[in-house]
């Protein structure tokens, strides 16, 4: 279990388009945990972008995005909370320049 890319560059202040593709038969999700984002845009799906954290999830066999931009720059963790998935190499991290 790992996502597609662990490291990922992004200028800071910069629309990003977070697409979580799920080709599994079971739920995936990603979550980013800092309070220096500005939410853009979601898809339908009731996504969380507050109080500190970005979270995105993909039901199987869906793809759901979430755009925001980081106003911040630093090393930011992203990881997938289904139990056992992090520990498994579900996780990566964002390089804000």
Aim: net charge negative; hydrophobic share 30%; charged share 25%.
């Amino acid at each position: 279990m790992k996502y597609s890319k662990s490291k990922v560059i992004v200028e800071r202040d910069k629309p990003v388009t977070l697409t979580l593709t799920n080709l599994d038969t079971i739920d995936h999700d990603i979550e980013i945990r800092t309070s220096s984002f500005n939410k853009i845009k979601e898809s339908e799906h009731n996504h969380r972008a507050d109080k500190g954290l970005l979270h995105l999830h993909a039901a199987p066999e869906n793809t759901e995005t979430l755009t925001f931009t980081l106003t911040q720059s630093g090393n930011y963790e992203f990881y997938c909370t289904i139990p056992g998935h992090k520990e498994l190499g579900m996780i990566g991290r964002f390089i804000v320049s």
